[in-house]
């Protein structure tokens, strides 16, 4: 026998193809969905309102979840930038650049430009 043949029955065989991407999903971590106190969706709601009363777009921070969408949990994600408006409909609040983020999904939300909504109680 050749020795080139003599080498390729050497050769690793992968029997159990596609296993190794399988493993590497089941360890990539998730976190759970962090809790919303009382006092943090009061203000959400709060931030909410006045952006609904916005006269053009807003200066924000927000700190959102992002469920994973192949296992449970997902990440927290953070994004700073101008709210155009929110979508009651669609429960999304959607920024100049339009990115939309899930309303039920928002863990903070703090307006940076407080000069630009309309205060009704003045």
Same mark, same amino acid.
């Given at each position: 026998? #050749? *020795? $080139?043949?003599? &080498?390729? !029955?050497? $050769? #690793? /065989?992968? &029997? *159990? %193809?596609? /296993?190794? +991407?399988?493993?590497?999903? !089941? $360890?990539?971590?998730?976190?759970?969905?962090?809790?919303?106190?009382?006092?943090?969706?009061? $203000?959400?709601?709060? &931030?909410?309102?006045?952006?609904?009363? @916005?006269?053009?777009?807003?200066?924000? !921070?927000?700190?959102? /979840? =992002?469920?994973?969408?192949?296992?449970?949990?997902? +990440?927290?994600?953070?994004?700073?930038?101008? @709210?155009?408006? +929110?979508? *009651? %409909?669609?429960?999304?609040?959607?920024?100049?650049?339009?990115? @939309? =983020? #899930? =309303?039920?999904? =928002?863990?903070? *939300?703090?307006?940076?430009?407080? %000069?630009?909504?309309?205060?009704?109680?003045?």
């Amino acid at each position: 026998m #050749p *020795l $080139a043949e003599r &080498a390729a !029955q050497f $050769a #690793p /065989f992968a &029997a *159990l %193809s596609g /296993f190794d +991407v399988l493993i590497e999903e !089941q $360890a990539r971590y998730t976190d759970r969905r962090p809790p919303v106190s009382r006092e943090e969706a009061l $203000a959400i709601n709060n &931030a909410l309102e006045r952006l609904l009363q @916005a006269r053009k777009p807003t200066a924000v !921070q927000v700190r959102y /979840f =992002i469920p994973d969408p192949l296992k449970s949990g997902g +990440v927290t994600g953070e994004k700073q930038g101008e @709210a155009r408006r +929110v979508d *009651l %409909s669609a429960r999304t609040l959607i920024f100049t650049d339009k990115t @939309a =983020i #899930p =309303i039920d999904d =928002i863990l903070m *939300l703090a307006i940076l430009c407080d %000069s630009c909504y309309t205060d009704t109680k003045s």
